[in-house]
Nanobody, 125 residues
């Protein structure tokens, strides 16, 4: 049974940091690319960062580039997203999703094979 579970969200003040995690189970992590997306109220979902399970190459969109870092622990089938210098406009639900293969970068949410429930990040001013 394939599962992706995002966690680590919460309430943080502007300028603060959070570390989100995406725990994957039920598939071979090395064969997939994992992407973090976010969706804020009234806004379109956007890709933030992705990492290839095969070679750990990473890619970022301009949305939060310079303030986020994606990393993975293949042995634990977990991908992390470090969020720094958070701003109120970063308030959103953050999701992880997986697509089979080294499909990089993977920014099309609807092309992904598996999706996890999101974790809420709220940044206060």
């Amino acid at each position: 049974d394939v599962q992706l579970q995002a966690s680590g969200g919460g309430l943080v003040q502007a300028g603060g940091s959070l570390r989100l995690s995406c725990a994957a189970s039920g598939f071979t992590f090395d064969d997939y690319t994992i992407t973090w997306f976010r969706q804020a109220p009234g806004r379109e979902r956007e890709g933030l960062a992705c990492i290839s399970g095969s070679d750990s190459s990473t890619y970022y969109t301009d949305s939060m580039k310079g303030r986020i870092t994606i990393s993975s622990d293949d042995a634990k089938n977990t991908v992390w997203l470090q969020l720094n210098s958070l701003k109120p406009e970063d308030t959103a639900v953050y999701h992880c999703a997986a697509i089979r293969g080294a499909v990089v970068p993977a920014w099309n949410y609807y092309a992904m094979d598996y999706w996890g429930q999101g974790t809420q990040v709220t940044v206060s001013s």
